[in-house]
């Protein structure tokens, strides 16, 4: 089992951008593909963007196209997600979790971080 911790949310402006970073450790984080996925209260969990082992495959959310950017640095064992232009919608926990596939629902995936916590103000 992969154990993931986020970092990197808080509170910033409309317009503004964070980078959040999802390290992970033990398990096997190799051949993994790796998601965000977002919950804002009230509302159900929902992806956001995901990437394959190598990086050569990425997935966002059509509300997030053009805006997020999700990479991965293996040699750190981490997963990044740019979020620029952020909208006061985009308030929500963000979570990251390893899966097999580069699929865009929660089922998919199975080990997931506790989350951070990204606040976009108007």
């Known amino acids: 089992q992969v154990q993931l911790v986020e970092s990197g949310g808080g509170l910033v402006q409309a317009g503004g951008s964070l980078r959040l970073s999802c390290a992970a450790s033990g398990g096997t984080f190799r051949s993994t593909s790796v998601a965000w996925f977002r919950q804002a209260p009230g509302k159900e969990r929902e992806f956001v963007a995901a990437?394959?082992?190598?990086?050569?495959?990425?997935k966002y959310a059509d509300s997030v196209k053009g805006r997020f950017t999700i990479s991965r640095d293996n040699a750190k064992i981490t997963v990044y997600l740019q979020m620029n232009s952020l909208k006061p919608e985009n308030t929500a926990v963000y979570y990251c979790?390893?899966?097999?596939?580069?699929?865009?629902?929660?089922?998919?995936?199975?080990?997931w971080g506790q989350g951070t916590q990204v606040t976009v103000s108007s």
């Open positions: 990437i394959s082992w190598l990086g050569t495959i990425t």
């Open positions: 979790a390893t899966g097999r596939v580069i699929g865009t629902t929660d089922r998919e995936y199975f080990d």
